[in-house]
Structures are given as structure tokens and as C-alpha cells.
């Protein structure tokens, strides 16, 4: 029997509208039914109800934990590039790591591959237009995604992917942008380098990060990209849900899986945020895992670059620490991760914070990861994360002053519009 291959297009449809019984508030439900929890076959079939994507076997999954290891290892799979080199930052900057990586490609280019960059017009409005010109005069295509004008009404609406993809097989994404921020060096107001999470995925779930790609860049102007339909893979490897969305289309299935996940788990469920101003809904979520005896722990910024957004969580530390939720805050360096590891069995890992502008205005790309090898590195850099972070317990957040309680309250209100 000749097997269908997937066609390159991005999942789920734009305008879909979830089956009642798969939205955020129902599909905890079929979830928590699993007889075997997260390692139920059942589970993996209900994330493709959910997303209506496939979730790709054959990959090979490398997690980086520190920036340097991370720029050193995406810069070594652009200079073996040999057809097609894919970038889609929110931040690019004009600083030494930016320009290392635009000599990178600059020389990928010069080898006969097609470099394609595409960075979102706010997020990197910092960056001057000739950083821009000497790397299209190096011969990369360079877009900016949604810039002012002739924009205007659609500037909420940003680009918050980090993507990187060689040859269609060979995909970097997670949290980190690209800049300096994330190197050795200390930067003024902060204590050291950021501690963020990227992945590298070897394998298919690189061709569907390639595919993702190309919604933002064909809305960017960019010139066409041809992905080829992708034969369904060999068995074996790290099974990969790539799960992306932007406004319109994703962003409820994206919250459907998160809250399945959550849902399922059996044991522990460790969720590391940079950005952490979630709804009622999802603090209820929480808290009921931890009332079923799940190890539910949060590890947040102890010092952060959106100060305002920090306080937006610090509304919700009551409510979950009442319901059994275990929260830290990280005191190195500024928290930049976006990943969660569940029963040592599933692990996320990407660029979507648990914050309104995540679900609702912003492009946001992550990998869903069904492996226990790949769950324990997750699990072992939470740990580790942990010995330099302090628990917020009942007892210290009541005895935080007036003017603390009162800043909180109001950043949590104006958490949808953060």
C-alpha cells in the first residue's frame, strides 16, 4: 500500500473552529480519562484531533541550555547548508552575536545557498536599516514582518517565533532571540547572561518548522519557497508535534494541548515561564492537577526584562499557592525560557509564553516532544534551574508590603494588554 505523503502546509486551517469537546475548557476531560496518563497511545491521538497535524517520528532531539553553545551549534549547520537556509527571529540585533550570524549566512550565500531572513519590525525596530543593507548586499533575502507602515492597524499582531531551518532537515526553535544578551558577557542592569532553552531537531519536524516558516514569510512579502510533500517517516527516533500559531488560526489549539497535557499528567508537571500573566482559567487548570497529587511547580524570573509583566504574575501567586502550586523564582539572570516537562515522559519547548499577547496577537512556534530521554534533560536543567532559584512560599508572599500587593493587582488587570 503506497502511503499518502503530507503536503506542506501549515496546520491547523485558518478559521477552524474546535469541536466543543477538544476546547481548553472541556478537553481536560478526555485527557484525565487516559488509562495510562501522558504515555497512553491514546494521548498522541489526541493531540492530532486537537491540531490536525501530524506527529513526526524519526527525529533526533539536542537541547541547548546556554546561549553560546546554541549560537556555536546554529552557526555550524548554516556553514554545512547546502541548498536553503530559513531564519525567522522576533529579535535580531545589530551586536556582535547578529553579526557573526550574518557572516555565517553571508558565507552560506556565497556558496550558491539561498538565505532567507525574516525578523518581526518591532521586536528588532533597534537594529539599524544598514545592518539590514550590508546583509542583502551579501545577497540574503531580508524581510521585516508587519513594520509601521502601512501597518498601522495591524500592530498588535507581531512575529514571535525564533525559527532556524537548513536543508529542511536540520531545525532550531525556543526562546532565544539573537543577541548578545545570551553570551558571556554582563550587560548593564542585569547579573548575567540569560538563561533560555532551544532545541535542535534533526529529522522531519524540521520540514514541518520549514513549513511554518513560509505563512510568515509569504505575508512578509517574501518570494516563494517550494517545501515538498513529505513521505510519512519511519517509526523510531523522538516523536514531534510541531504546534504554531498566529492570530486566526492556532491559538485555541494550542491551548487545547497545553491543557491536555496538564489534564493527563500522573506525577510531576514543571513549567518554566518568562512571562507569566495567565488566565483564571489556566490557574484553575493548575491547581486542580495539584489537588489530583501532581508535583505542580513554576519557575519564574526572580529579575526580568518587562518588569511590568513580572508584577502581572505576582497576581496570580496567591491564588495558586492556595490551590498547592509550588512557585520559584529563578536569581541568576534574567528567565527567558518558555518549556514544561511533564512525567518525565513529555517535554515542550518554544517561544510561547503564558500571557494574553501569546494567545491572541502574537506567531508563535514550539515542539511538542513524546520521549522520556528527551523529558529527563528537561527535567535535569529544571533541577539545576532550581538550586539557583528561592521558593515563594504562603508564608513569604504574605509578608510582602502594601505597595507590592497594590502594584500587583494592577498589573494583573492590565494583563491583557501586556
Known sequence: MKLRKWRAVVRPAEGRKLPPEL?????????AALPEGLRDPGFAILLRRIDQSPILEGNRVVPYFRGPETFEAM?????????????????????????SLRDTLARAVGRGVRVCVLADAFGSMATRRGFWKKMRAHGVEVRLFNPLFPHLLTQPFRDHRKILVVDGTIGFTGGMNIGDEYGSSRRKGHRGPWRDTHVRVDGPAAWGMATVFTEAWLAAGGNAIEIPP??????????????????????GETASVLASIVAAARERLWITNA????RRRAVATLGEAARRGVDVRILLPGVSDVTLVRHAGHGNYAALLARGVRIFEYQTAVLHAKTL??????????????????????AECNLVMLEAGTARAFTEAFEADLAQSVEITPAVWARRSLLHRVGDTLARCLGPVL
Open 341 to 362: 516537562v511533564a512525567d518525565d515522559f513529555v517535554s515542550v519547548a518554544g517561544s510561547t509564553n503564558l500571557d494574553f499577547r501569546s494567545f491572541h496577537f502574537n
Open 275 to 278: 512571562y507569566f500573566a495567565p
Open 23 to 31: 476546547r481548553p475548557a472541556a478537553v481536560g476531560a478526555l485527557a
Open 230 to 251: 513529505l513521505a510519512p517517516p519511519e517509526p523510531g527516533g523522538v516523536p514531534v508535534l510541531v504546534l504554531d500559531s498566529r492570530p486566526g488560526r492556532g491559538h
Open 75 to 99: 552557526r555550524a549547520a548554516i556553514d554545512g547548508a547546502r541548498k536553503e537556509v530559513l531564519i525567522e527571529s522576533y529579535i535580531f540585533k545589530d551586536d556582535a552575536t547578529g553579526r
